[in-house]
């Protein structure tokens, strides 16, 4: 007898210890696979709102990315606080070099640019971009899980 179990002999296990009178027994339902997957040669889904919690989900990351314009957040910003990395993590602009969570959280770099000591205002992008996830709200979501980095999950929005 083999000493490893597999996820399906794992559920048929657990499975027995409840009686049950349908054919379908189980415990824990199956988790149903969500395809974020979608084709260059089609036109984009509707995305979701910006403000929708779904870290797994390309197109609610898309859709918090949009928010960012050059109008509203400045190009000039340091790479440690870039639209990239707020919008995974949750924040969306919601004025002018100031970002927002759905949690209700809110900050603003609207003075890093002023600032005329390059290596200052790098500095200080990096420390608020390490700080990014600690400013949502205590119950907020974004503070647990975040859009993954791997490069697979930016590669289906570039295609």
């Known amino acids: ?9 794992f559920r048929t296990q657990l499975d027995a210890l409840v009686p049950s009178t349908t054919k379908k ?3 824990f339902p199956s988790t149903p696979t969500l395809q974020h997957y ?4 089609l036109p984009l889904p509707p995305l979701p709102s910006y403000t929708t919690y779904e870290p797994n989900n390309p197109l609610s990351y898309l859709a918090r990315l949009r928010t960012f314009h050059p109008s509203l957040y400045s190009p ?3 790479h440690f606080i870039s639209p990239i ?4 993590n949750g924040w969306f602009c919601s004025s002018r070099d100031g970002v927002e969570c759905r949690c209700g959280a809110k900050w603003g770099v609207g003075g890093l640019i002023d600032i005329k000591d390059p290596r200052v205002r790098e500095e200080i992008g990096r420390r ?4 990014m996830v600690d400013r949502h709200m205590a119950g907020c979501g974004w503070r647990i899980l975040s859009c ?4 697979s999950f930016f590669l289906i929005l570039t295609m």
């Open 1 to 9: 007898m083999s000493k490893t179990y597999s996820r399906k002999r």
């Open 25 to 27: 027994r189980r415990i």
């Open 38 to 41: 979608h084709p260059s040669t």
């Open 76 to 78: 000039f910003l340091p």
């Open 85 to 88: 990395k707020l919008a995974g």
């Open 128 to 131: 608020l971009g390490e700080g």
């Open 148 to 151: 993954p980095g791997t490069s």
